[in-house]
């Protein structure tokens, strides 16, 4: 299952938005082909960011968060969390 989502805000001319990314992945029969420790069960990702156009245009920051979770068939299960900034310059 995928789930994206984007919304402009309503002011600043709509130069600034927010987007929200849900993943999910399951599988029902991944432990039958190899060990239960290196087998993925279920995964799950999420991703928030916001937005905004800057310099007429040019210029776009973003600002985003992430996490992950991994599911393995063992009953064990791995996390990360992340972020980032990001400087776009179109020309």
Sequence with gaps: ??????????FADGRFFVSALYTF????????????????GDSKYLSAGIFGDFAG?????????????????????RSNNGGQFSMWYIF
């Design 1 to 10: 299952m995928l789930l994206n989502l984007q919304y402009y805000l309503p």
């Design 57 to 77: 245009g040019s210029v776009r920051l973003g600002l985003e968060t992430t996490y992950t979770r991994q599911a393995f068939n063992n009953d064990t299960w």
């Design 25 to 40: 992945l399951q599988s029902d029969n991944s432990s039958h082909f190899g060990a239960a420790a290196s087998t993925l």
